[in-house]
């Protein structure tokens, strides 16, 4: 998840420090560097993740058919995981369900940065998941999973782009404050969402 810094102002440090505690809810909702961490809920977090990102991924592309410009201008098509994260559960013999989190709507370009900052931001520490993914006895030797870390070595290059985009669009007149909101809106809707792996797995949600 999202680490970004900063100076006084910046949007993208407004972002770190008002989703911090939404951030952490998710990460301990997760906990995918658990060391005992096992298939089967690995399994239970792709279908959760993947019920989250289909219904992300429908209200930015409402978003995107009514902001072509921006949404070419953040290269959202090769932004889209839905598709990795349903591969991902096939290959792990998993399936997805059809109930999904609701989400608010994405009325323009500050809520749709405001959620992709989550989905995002997610990428950074996908990096460190697929390598610890990588030391488990239940999993090394499996499947590779493509979701967590969707652009390889391209991923600093796709969140130096995004972070571009976002502090280009505060500075031409967006507004800084709808775009944390959404960022908030986002992370609590996934960090509600994902409790119930959390509660799988024995820990507190």
Known sequence: MPRDAGGAGDVLRDLRTGTAAEHDQVE???DLMDPALDRDRLVGVLARLHAFWSAAEAGLDDWAARHH???????????????LYAADLSA???????DRPDLPSVDGTDEALGRLYVLEGSTLGGTFIDRHLATLPGLAGGPRVRAFSPYGEDTGAMWAAFR???RAHVDGGGDAGRVVAAARQTF????????????AAGASA
């Not at 410009?69 to 598709?83: E, I, Q, S, V």
């Not at 609590?188 to 509660?199: D, G, K, M, S, Y």
């Open 92 to 98: 792990l013999g998993g399936s997805a369900g059809d």
């Open 28 to 30: 301990a909702a997760l």
């Open 69 to 83: 410009a921006d949404a070419a201008a953040l290269d959202w098509a090769r932004r889209r995981r839905t598709g």
């Open 164 to 166: 571009r985009f976002t």
């Open 188 to 199: 609590a809707v996934l960090a509600e969402w994902c409790a119930p792996a959390a509660r």
